[in-house]
């Protein structure tokens, strides 16, 4: 004997919503954010209890959207199958406080692919710079001509115009 939609409905915590001479139960499945909405609901067709899972998720590709829609349908069969039970032998249930009527679902996060980097990973070592001459050869702006210095600074004048940079950053070697 199979429950009515009505007892699967309690058995699982949920209410019934009828309209048009349609019931369904409807369940909190998957992720509901800004980018994703998902709704799932179980019907009943000549006796037998259905499930219906819809994703609107436009930035995932349809394959993990079938995926999740797939985890999603399996989450409720199961969570049907439990209540179907308690619903048909609630003696045998009701003496335990531990058993809960809706089973979590662990769902898998949308994933994106990144193409991988390669990435060169030099170590530098700062060797002392003598800031005491005039001309300095700098890697970008070529070879510029001292203007002022200060402790942590030196301000050079180049070919593409002033630059001020931190004499403990900066990439200088000396010109004769």
């Known amino acids: 004997m199979k429950p009515t939609i009505e007892q699967l409905a309690t058995a699982l915590g949920k209410k019934v919503w009828s309209k048009n001479g349609s019931n369904r ?17 179980i019907y009943e067709v000549d006796g037998e209890f259905k499930v219906s899972c819809f994703i609107d998720c436009p930035s995932q ?16 069969e199961s969570q049907i199958e439990e209540a179907t039970s308690k619903a048909l032998n609630p003696e045998k249930y009701s003496n335990m406080p531990h058993t809960k009527s809706v089973k979590s679902v662990v769902y898998h996060k ?3 692919v990144e193409k991988p980097v390669a990435v060169v ?3 530098k070592k700062k060797a002392f710079v003598d800031f005491t001459g005039e001309k ?11 203007i002022e210095e200060t402790k942590d600074t030196i301000k050079l004048l ?3 115009g002033e630059k001020n940079l931190l004499k403990k950053f900066a990439n200088l070697q000396p010109v004769a």
């Open 25 to 41: 139960i409807y369940i909190d499945a998957g992720y509901n954010t800004k980018k994703m909405k998902t709704t799932a609901y």
């Open 121 to 123: 990973v030099e170590e």
């Open 110 to 112: 949308p994933v994106v």
């Open 136 to 146: 300095f050869q700098h890697p970008t702006f070529g070879i510029g001509k001292k």
């Open 158 to 160: 180049f070919e593409v």
């Open 61 to 76: 590709p349809m394959a993990w959207i079938n995926s999740q829609k797939q985890d999603v349908i399996d989450s409720i």
